[in-house]
């Protein structure tokens, strides 16, 4: 609907922006219940002249226990922000056309299977529904006329047309190397494909075809042409591989390969046209086969063809969403390191690196803009992730969505830690203390540990470390070696060696915060999924010493997971098939082995369509505890898979875990 700066300002006070002039009510501890109140702020894209930022934001809905997403905008200045959309439907991925005077954004509105691309005016009024294309749209973006779009769809369902709800479940059949994802389930042969939509006559194109996923679609700057990432070497499901392509923006082209050479490009980031159309910027891969390892870089290649260049091999920290300046001279991107994620530019010739933001903070995402109007996802451990203009190296904040609900909250006191391990290696992790006791000791302390192995644990703002501090817990976010932001030698330390060098951390960090008068030695807990999980079972398989643990989305009997899981190709690479390399296999495998030495009570989880981690993984450990005397809880999350979205169960996960440590470390309860 129309808007006026005055109506915009009234909106933006009722959407949380922060009052004054009152006093105010005193603070509380975060609870699990307060999933329903935190607000997801994500996806900004500056507008072509600079003067708006359109972004998403999540809320859920306690009653019909779903999240429901919304697009709005907020000025360049920060003083107007505007919800864009108000349905009870998901309304998310907003770009802008190439004149700005319009904003598409994808929707499953009105009862469509799937996706469609639905075109608001800037100057207001209503939605209007583009597409209605089956199946939905996956990847979408505007041409450079702003006449054409190019989306990524994935191929129609055979078995769809003849389906109806009388009818029988018809088998599942597979034939790939590769054959289940989760969320996705078992794979066939439906393939991501790229499309041109021509917004005037509503004619769908087909640009590619094949029996492989054409993906990250990228306009040419003159709009003559599409660059994209796809793995179509011969039997791509033994390969981790991608390699960038380009073809002409007409139906019937023939795609054409820039890259080569072995190893991942561009997986997962981002494709960066220079301004002058002749350079490609992109990421490439350190590891060939090793995706838990990899470190990604900062590459250049010639849209003409000809030999990559990495950009940042002196760097020795990953590389993420790099997006060309608008004088071509430099790429900005985002470097992950130590703990922090900053914006830093590389010269495009020299590959000299410069650190742009300094703020001890985490930037997790980067959007350009003209005149130097680039805008940041960021947080820090106060603060949700919100949305900042960048300007002259600082961040100024654009967006409050989580100001009202965090000024009722007291969290915790966030620190680093620095540790050594009995080899010597020193560790960087993150302490939490609960909230009105920075200078407390002997308390009973959570280590918890994230998943990956490649993450890091930062100066970001952390809900459930801190919904355990609230508890009264001191909680250690470890970065154990196979973290990410120490370098390539850090992370692939772990390479073929699960479960010792980082135990050998995890325990030194635990001796630290023991050393320094935190914890109480007597109440020590660990827990963590996915990575965090499996880690825990390593940890109390070699240490009795934590009375509490809790193992989500784990595994401990790995020899188990070969063939179950979607890991076969980084198995096949990294450890080899358990009938030519049964010892390591097995010795990876020491804590289902060693299960009878593990003492400590254990809460295990999983989501019951996990096909990342399955929950044989979990269910093993459960039963192998039971069956020896030691106190176990096994839940397990209906309809889930590896990480769960029902709110409900997120909630009562975060509760589970507040009760099994308040049980076993003997926690003060907290008062609502």
Known sequence: ???????????????????????????????????????GVSDPQVSPDGEWVAYVVSTVDSA?????????????????????TATNENESRPRWSPDGKQLAFTSARQGAKGAQVWLLDRAGGEAVKLTSIKGGIGEYAWSPDGKKFVFGLLDPDPDEADTTKKAPPKPIVVDRLRFKRDIEGYLGHRRNHLYLYDIASGALDTLTRGDFDDERPSWSPDGTQILFQSNRRPDADRLDQTDLFVIEARAGATPRQLTTFDGRDNIGGRLS?????????FMVGTDVGSLAYDQYRLAVVPVEGGAPRVLTAA???????????????????????????????????TGAVTRVTRERNEVTQLAP????????????????????????????RLTHHNDAFIATIELGNVEGLTSKGKDGAETHSMLIRPPGKALARGLPTILWIHGGPKAQDGFGFDFT????????????????????????????????????????????????????????????GIGGWSYGGILTDYVTATDPRFKAASSGAGSALQLSMWGTDQYIVQYENELGSPWKNPQLWMKLSYPFFKADKIKTPTLYMSGDRDFNVPTSGTEQMYQALKVNGVEAEMVIYPNQFHGLTMPNFLVDRLDRYQRWFGAHLQAPAVQP
């Open 273 to 281: 046209w220079s301004p002058d159309a002749r350079s490609i910027a």
């Open 64 to 84: 019909s226990n779903k999240s429901d997403t919304d697009v709005w905008m907020v000025s360049w200045d920060g003083t107007r922000r505007i919800r864009m």
């Open 1 to 39: 609907m129309p808007w006026s700066p005055a109506a915009a300002l009234l909106i933006a006070l009722l959407a949380g922006a922060p009052a004054s002039g009152h006093a105010q009510a005193p603070r509380r501890p975060l609870q699990p219940s307060d999933v329903y109140r935190l607000k």
């Open 465 to 524: 470390r801190q919904v355990l501090a609230a508890r009264g817990f001191a909680v250690v976010g470890v970065n154990y070696r196979g973290s990410d932001g120490r370098g390539h030698a850090w992370q692939r330390a772990i390479y073929a060696d699960w479960g010792n060098k980082e135990v050998v951390d995890i325990l030194g960090v635990a001796d630290e915060v023991v050393k320094m008068g935190v914890a109480d030695p007597a109440r020590l």
């Open 315 to 349: 760097l020795d920290r990953g590389v993420s969403q790099p997006s060309w300046t608008e004088d071509g001279r430099a790429i900005q991107l985002l470097v992950t390191d130590d703990r922090e994620q900053y914006v830093a530019r590389v010269d495009a010739q």
């Open 369 to 396: 803009g003209p005149r130097g109007r680039w805008a940041v996802l960021a947080t820090d451990p106060a603060t949700p992730s919100e949305v900042y203009a960048l300007e002259n190296g600082a961040l100024r």
